[in-house]
Every structure is written in C-alpha cells, then in structure tokens.
C-alpha cells in the first residue's frame, strides 16, 4: 500500500501544481501511440515480438498513470485485485498449451464483456445515489450493458466449443433467426426505456435479454467458422471497452476500444473473404452442418477407397524431391509437432530440397495460430508464406505433406456444390506430384465435411500421431533414407 501511495506522489510531482490531470492526459497518449505500434509491429511474424513489447509497455504506462490520478482515493482493493490478477495470469501463461491458446483468448473476451456490464450497473447504482443521472449518460450505460453480455455469453459459448465441452457443430432449432430477431427487438427497446426512465427493471430485463442473445447468436455456428468467431468477439470486446470508457470519462478507453474494435473488424472482414463468405452468412449460415440435399460428390469418391502409406514411402520422395510444401493444420498443434519439422526441414535443405510451409488465413482454431506454432520453433518468416503466395507453386512441388490439416486443402470447396465449404479459396495441396496427409483416422474436419483429398489418385494418408510420424521421418532421413 505504501509503495502504491509513494508511487502516486512520485508521478505527481513529475508534473507540475494542477495538472495533473494534463499529465494523466499525456500519458495517455504515449500509451495510444504505443497501442498504435503494438497493433502495427503484430501484422508480422517478423516485428510481432517487438509488437507485444509496445502493448506491454503501454498497458503499463497507462495503469500506472490511472494509479496516480487524482481520482484515485484509496488503493486497498485495487492492490487485491492486481495481486490476484497477477498471480492468476502468470499460472495460466506458464501452464497454457498453444492448442488451448483460442479457448484463453475467448474466455479473455468474455472477461472484457462482464467487466463493462458490471462497470455500467455500478457506476448507474453510484450516480443514481448522487443524482448525477442524465439522459446521455443513460444512453452509454445501455450501450455498455448490451455490448458487454453479448460479448460475455458469446465467448463463454465460444469457450465451451473450442474446449469441447458443448459439440463444435452447429446447434439449429425451428424459428431460431425469429427468436434472435424478437430478442434483439425486445433489448433495444428496453435499452432506450432504460436510457430515457432509469427503470430498475428495465435495467434487469435488458441485461438479461442480451446476455441470452449472445447465447442464442453463437450456439448455432459450427466449429469450422471459430476463427471468424473469435475475431468478430474481440471486436465486440472492444466496442465494450469502448462504451466503458464513455461511462468513465476515460479517453484511453476510449481510443484502446476502438483500435481494438476496428482490428478485430477489419480481421473478420478479411478472414470471411478468405472463406469467400460474408460476415452475415457466417452468423447466421450454420456452417458445417451435416444437412445435404442427396449423395455429394465426397459420399460418392469413399466408395473409391483411399491408399495408405508409410513413413519410408513418404522418406522415398522427399529425399530426392526438389521441392517439398508442408501445410500445417491443427493437428500439427494438437501432436505438437513444429519442433519436429524443424529438424525434418533442415534435413532436407541439407540434401538441397527446397521446402516451404503454406499457410491459409483460418487454418486452426483462431487467427494466426499456425504462424505462431511456427514461430515458436524458430522456423525463418521467409519460407513461411501466405495462401495467395504459395498457392501458384503447388504445381510445382514434388510432394505437399499435409499435418493435421483438412478443410482448408478440401477440393469440395471448388468441386462439390452440395459442399457447405462450396466456394471457399483453399490451399491447392491436391495440385503436388504428390500428397502425403498426416491423420489420426479417416474423420472429417472441424467443420463435419467429408475431404476429396483423401481419394485423389496422387494422395496417400499416414496414419497415427503427426509428432511420431514426423520424427519417424527425421530418423529415416538421418539414417540416410532409402
């Protein structure tokens, strides 16, 4: 507590008799610009670590100057709080698998979401009591309320069906876009009847109402559409974040939540691009349901039957290949195994093969996360490239070895109408000499729809975990292969 109160006096005294508030106000603004070079070092692998350093020391530039305002009465509380916060988000960030990182980030987004609600009804409980109420005010309240609970419960759900704990298909009922329409209705007018009256139950009902919208909106999306879903919540997070600082006066706030808002925007707006859908249909579309209208074409390539092969077949053409395209899914996450196509990669470039990675904008379970995995391993930026890149040199390459991953290489996307997939710009792997996909078993991806890849004449499947398979590789190819 004394460190807290000598910390406060200290950044007083840097400025200068009554204005302190000015100082606040500066400070702020080194932290927006450092938000600023945070958001632009993280558009690349190769500044992303520089990236996080500016958040970083934004993030505390601006607690730290919160702390020393003059607003700031009493630390007692705000001293547990970051004690525990600390303690708590230090055992996550040393515990946490990265293929468990997309369910952290939508549980963060919900945490974002219950702070605005709770910030909102509090600081309507305190100006109630004050008198200070007024119209405007009202109206940013329910902004607040509204924006957080969907953010809230939308994340919780978005949680459950990346940790497995509610089915990652897509959950429909008879007349659900009614009921979202009829709730979503029903909260407005709630939210302006709160904003103009201040009724208690109105407060209640409003609230109640948009945490089940944010239930009831993302329950019926299927898993293949998570990464748009976990984008599209931060942006909510920010827009919540952003209404919370209206409610507080605090102009951080403010910009922070509209950087992060617009990012988060931006993000799903060029992800639903890549997947060749609008942001419309992914809300409400139901991706990756198992409804069809008669035999697709995939019911009909499994009756062809798919070749398997072994770690020595798949050694016998990389070792002599000039060129090999590796695309990584999440199975890679799940086994674990960048490590080991790291060594696997600077075997063969050793032995003078070229090999690239090829990576699809909403490969994974959240946006980036196969640059990261790759990243962690040390493996150089440069041969890390993106869909539109790498695309054109799969016709070239002598094998593509596919590791964990399936509907972003699925050919349904281009050749099967019935495909829910239909018309979404993948990864041309098919296009290879040849095409060795590491899979646990035959089941589908993420999205329940069955892979033509697996019955293309130049494919073979490797089954069995990708970390052991890929090291079984590494041996071979130390061994001196074939």
């Given amino acids: 507590m004394d460190f807290l109160l000598q910390l406060k006096q200290l950044t007083a005294g840097l400025f200068t008799t009554g204005l302190s508030h000015d100082g606040q106000a500066l400070a702020y603004l080194v932290s927006a610009i450092l938000f600023i070079f945070a958001l632009k070092g993280l558009t690349h692998p190769a500044t992303a670590r520089r ?98 609970a969907i953010t809230f419960t939308g994340s ?48 209640i009902l409003m609230t109640l109402l948009a945490f089940a919208l944010g239930g009831t909106l993302i329950i019926p999306i299927g898993g293949a559409d998570m990464p748009v879903i976990i984008s599209m919540l931060n942006s909510y997070s920010g827009w919540a974040a952003a209404a919370t600082g209206f409610t507080l006066h605090n102009n951080l706030l403010i910009i922070v939540g509209a950087l992060v808002g617009f990012s988060g925007a931006i993000l799903s707006f060029i992800m639903c691009r890549a997947m060749n859908r609008s942001i419309i249909n992914v809300v409400f579309g139901g991706f990756g349901s198992d409804d069809s209208g008669g035999d697709s074409a995939g019911a009909v390539a499994a009756q062809k039957g798919v070749k398997s092969a072994s770690v020595d077949d798949a050694v016998y053409w990389m070792e002599d ?66 869909m539109d890149e790498i695309n054109p040199e799969f016709q070239s390459a002598d094998v593509a070895l596919v590791v964990g991953a399936n509907d972003v290489v699925n050919p349904a996307a281009k050749e099967d109408s019935s495909s829910p997939i239909y018309g979404m710009p993948i990864l041309e792997a098919g296009k290879a000499r040849q095409v060795y996909f590491l899979k646990r078993s035959m089941r589908p991806g993420y999205s329940g729809v069955d892979n033509l890849l697996f019955y293309q004449d130049n494919t073979s499947l490797i089954f069995g975990d990708a970390k052991d398979t890929i090291e079984g590789i590494v041996g071979a190819l130390k061994g001196g292969g074939h």
């Fill in 51 to 148: 990236g996080n350093l500016y958040g970083m020391l934004g993030m505390l530039i601006a607690i730290v100057a919160t702390l020393a305002g003059a607003e700031v009465m009493s630390y007692g509380l705000i001293a547990i709080a970051v004690v525990l916060g600390a303690v708590i988000g230090i055992v996550i960030a040393l515990r946490i698998q990265m293929t468990a990182m997309p369910q952290l980030v939508a549980a963060l987004h919900s945490f974002v979401g219950l702070a605005a609600v709770l910030v909102a009804i509090g600081t309507f409980l305190n100006k109630r009591a004050s008198g200070d109420l007024n119209t405007l005010l009202m109206g940013e309240l329910s902004a607040g309320i509204v924006i957080g």
């Fill in 321 to 386: 290949a000039g060129k090999v395209i590796i695309v990584p899914g999440y199975g890679m996450a799940v086994a674990q195994a960048q490590h080991a196509l790291k060594d696997m990669m600077e075997l063969l470039q050793a032995r003078g093969v070229e090999v690239k990675f090829a990576i699809h904008p909403v490969a994974g379970r959240m946006p980036g996360h196969m640059n990261v995995l790759l990243a962690e391993a040390d493996i150089p930026y440069d041969q890390v490239l993106e």
């Fill in 156 to 203: 919780v759900i978005a949680f459950g069906k990346l940790q497995g704990l509610i089915s990652g298909k897509p959950v429909k009922f008879f007349g659900q876009h009614l009921l979202n329409a009829l709730i979503a209705i029903a909260t407005i007018a709630l939210a302006v009847q709160f904003a103009s009256t201040g009724a208690i139950w109105a407060l």
